[in-house]
């Protein structure tokens, strides 16, 4: 069994945006105009945001990083009408239902999506908990410099963070090790100066991510939700 | 009873034909836009999905189901007083329904891949989008050959079974569409379990005052005579689903008021937010309260006509309320803590021409099948 997730140590967080910035050239993920971020159209599959408690001056915040938390228990998978987005197995060989789409021959439960089949019903948007899916308001702009490796997404559909399957399907046909601190990691993970985010199998007990996990302690966002997400944070 | 066709050959039908014509003109082109260069004029965003469409697709179900459901008052319960209005209730039923399916067939960002709900549909029946698709053609299928059957006076029996069975039907596919919120784990504002109960009361109420509102013009303008007493007995059955209603929103936002899941944040909003003007004013004022008075004070044909319109706006409002402002608030991540800034703040939706201009066509659409319907078929009582 292989069960990829993320551990976020949020105590090294500065807030810098390598990771937000590192997604949207990995994945070319569309650039947003100022008319997008006042209609509220952002297409930000890694986003940093800033939570905070109390008011001035007993105030605590913490930076907080947040991409698609690839729950366990999907609220979005659940809603999907057409099975557009799914999970990937957790053995290897278990293949999804029909065509398994992007992360075919990736084990690991990926929450991902089958673009060529989302009607653009935008039910998953409104039952994500943690708002990370997006919509294709109008056609993306290809460019010169997009990734090959990442499929492109047409108008009228969701999008969303996919733990840049590319990366992982690509290191498993080379043969390479996947995760952190060695192996073959998401474009954010790569990217962050203070070594933030760990990637790695949760199933595995000797891997980077599990000895971290018993080592701190640790919450997921929204747990109360019964959605058991594969990013863990630190704090 | 005898029924009977309408001519169909004065101006004003053709001119009403055109009316709608035009509405349909209008609402193809927003359609043919959003399809080819993307939803890019909507009101929507990522926070708020979901727009006006959706809140008239719910609306229309609603109006669907409450119509089949009193169609029964006659077929089902043997009520012959209001056997002149039943038939042509199924009817509207129909229309109703096709209407909501063809909105959200407008709604969606790719509106040619469709037919997929019916290819993978039944893969993944933990949706309730999936399911309701089965329900809403089981429940068409099932209208329209209830509706075959009150032609045929041999076949009575068999009109009762079918009505029957298409009241139930229509009582779980406005419970499968309460259900699309209701299990949105998500959204407080929505995940309730009374709320599919809510929705049939919603749908009773908006149903009847549709119908009354529909059939006191058509026979205005056909120039029949409506029975006084049976408007009177349907604003009855009005002030009856009111109360219920009223009822039923108070009980759900005492519970949201009272348990004030993640801060309260998003009731809140909801009582004083920027849409709290069509919760407090046009939802529970002027669409619950007002027709209740008007209806104990009096019931005759106009008052009762008043309160049917305000009571369908009030409805309209109830959806409109539970849908916009259910999504606006960005929920919170981590418990006891706000996000700050830009991410914290909740989406402003703001109705688009181009959404409006959907609902039209689709409403241009149904009145035309209405009027063609009037011609075709014998829905209206020949006295």
């Keep these: 069994m292989v069960r990829y997730g993320m551990i976020i140590d949020l105590d090294r967080c500065v807030g810098c945006g390598a990771c937000a910035v590192a997604c949207k050239a990995e994945n070319s993920v569309t650039s947003s105009t100022p008319e997008d971020y006042k209609k509220r159209r ?57 065509s398994a789409g992007e992360g075919e021959g990736v084990e690991g439960g990926l929450v991902l999506q089958r673009y060529e089949r989302c009607i653009g019903c935008k039910y998953c948007m409104v039952a ?18 997009h990734n090959p490796d990442v499929p492109r997404r047409i108008t009228g559909i969701v999008e969303k963070c996919t733990f840049c399957v590319h990366r992982l399907k690509k290191a498993k046909a080379e043969g390479k090790k996947i995760g ?16 933030t985010r760990t990637f790695g199998d949760m199933d595995d007990p000797e891997s980077e991510v599990s000895k971290l996990l018993r080592s701190r302690r640790n919450y997921q966002l929204r747990a109360d939700l019964g959605t058991n997400p594969q990013v863990y944070y630190l704090d | 009873m005898e029924y009977t066709k309408i001519e169909g050959k004065s101006i004003g039908y053709y001119g009403v034909i055109l009316l709608f014509g035009i509405l349909i003109a209008v609402g193809l082109f927003e359609f043919v836009k959003g399809m080819s260069i993307g939803q890019e004029d909507y009101g929507t965003s990522n926070i708020v999905p979901w727009g006006l469409p959706i809140t008239a697709v719910v609306f229309f179900i609603g ?38 399916l063809s909105t959200i067939e407008g709604e969606l960002g790719r509106p040619e891949r469709f037919i997929n709900l019916m290819v993978f549909g039944a893969t993944n029946l933990t949706s309730m989008f999936a399911v309701n698709a089965f329900l809403y053609s089981g429940y068409i299928l099932l209208s329209v050959v209830y509706l075959w059957t009150t032609f045929r006076e041999d076949l009575i029996r068999v009109t009762k079974i079918l009505g029957a069975s298409a009241a139930a039907l229509a009582i779980f596919v406005h419970a499968g569409t309460g259900a699309i919120f209701g299990f949105i784990v998500a959204k407080e504002l929505w995940f309730s379990p009374l709320l599919p109960v809510l929705f049939i009361i919603a749908a009773l109420t908006s149903g009847v005052g549709l119908l009354i509102l529909i059939l006191t013009v058509t026979f205005r303008f056909t120039g029949h005579k409506m029975d006084e007493k049976l408007v009177v007995g349907l604003g009855k059955y009005l002030t009856a ?27 809140k909003f909801l009582f004083s937010g920027p849409y709290s003007f069509v919760f407090w004013v046009i939802q529970i004022l002027f669409g619950t309260l007002v027709p209740i ?15 049917s319109l ?45 959404e409006v201009a959907i609902i039209l066509g689709v409403i241009g659409a149904l009145g035309i099948l209405y009027l063609v319907g009037l011609k075709v078929i014998k829905l209206l009582p020949s006295r």
């Design chain 1, 42 to 98: 952002l297409m930000e599959w890694n986003r940093v945001i800033t939570v905070f408690k109390g008011k001035y001056p007993n105030v605590s915040a913490s930076i907080m990083p947040i991409i698609c938390n690839h729950c366990e228990n999907p609220p979005c998978v659940k809603v999907c009408p057409v099975d557009a987005t799914y999970k990937t197995p957790y053995k290897s060989g278990e293949a999804a239902i029909y």
């Design chain 1, 128 to 145: 994500c908990p943690y708002q990370q899916r997006f919509f294709n308001f109008y056609e993306q702009e290809e460019k010169d410099y």
């Design chain 1, 180 to 195: 952190s601190p060695d192996g073959v990691e998401p474009a954010c993970t790569e990217a962050c100066p203070a070594r």
């Design chain 2, 63 to 100: 109006a669907s189901a409450g119509a089949l459901m009193l169609s029964s008052l006659t077929y089902v319960f043997g009520k012959e007083e209001y056997k002149p209005v039943s038939r042509i209730s199924i009817y509207v039923a129909i229309l109703l329904i096709i209407g909501a």
């Design chain 2, 241 to 267: 689903f009111l109360l219920i209603q009223l009822f039923f929103v108070f009980i759900e936002n005492m519970v949201r008021t009272y348990g004030g899941l993640g801060g309260g944040e998003m009731t």
């Design chain 2, 293 to 307: 008075g008007i209806l104990f004070a009096r019931k005759t044909v106009l008052t009762v006509q008043i309160a």
């Design chain 2, 310 to 354: 305000l009571a369908v706006i009030g409805v309209f409002a109830e959806r409109f309320s539970l849908v916009i402002p259910g999504q606006s608030v960005p929920p919170v991540q981590v418990a006891g803590r706000a996000a700050m800034g830009f991410y914290g703040e909740p989406a402003i939706y703001s109705i688009s021409g181009a």
